[in-house]
């Protein structure tokens, strides 16, 4: 499987000539769901759902399928009758001959006084791949390969090398990090890959990598 971090939250996962794109927010590049076969959206926020991005990639291609949560969907489904699929925590599908599970179900705290919001996180070929969205939840199987929120307002750098040390993934690759400048990474790279126990590395937007 070839994975190619896009800008912040969006990955892209290629396998047997088919792409599975994940998350291509307002934070991502215009053309980051440009030919993707299906499209998986964790949760609502701008940063991870761009409505009129995602309308522009359903319209060029009209194999193109979504799968997503309920807040999502009823935003974009009357649109694609028939292309758009709630899926909820426990659910399992096939998207683009990628098997995926749903884990998960709110948006990780911010302020008490702000209501969480639903978020849900994508499993990919059986622990392959993990995209928890914006949530520090742990799959009930191995994960392979953590896609590692590592930079957000709901979160701090203790909490995200205690999520790997409770994973226990083979590797991680940082997610989430537009809001990481590049005076800060070096920092993160050695506390998370020294203390979280698993390899970590970091690929350069529009980078790949074999998993």
Known sequence: MKLTKMSHACVRLEKDGRTLVLDPGGFSEADAAAGADAILITHEHADHFDEARLRTAMEAGPGTEIWTLKSVADRIAAVFPGRVHTVGHGDTFTAAGFDVQVHGE?????????????????????????????????????????????????????????????????????????????????IYDNQVGRLGGAEHLRLAPGASAEV
Not at 115 to 130: H, K, M
């Open 106 to 186: 709110l948006h990780a705290v911010i302020h008490p006084d702000i209501p969480r919001i639903t978020n849900v996180g994508f499993l990919v070929d059986g622990g392959r791949v993990f995209h928890p969205g914006d949530a520090l939840t742990v799959p009930d199987q191995p994960v392979e390969t953590l896609m590692l929120p590592v930079m957000a307002p709901w979160n701090k750098i203790s909490e995200v090398i205690d999520y790997v040390r409770e994973v226990r993934p083979q590797r991680t690759y940082d997610v989430h990090d537009a809001l990481l400048t590049d005076l800060a990474r070096p």
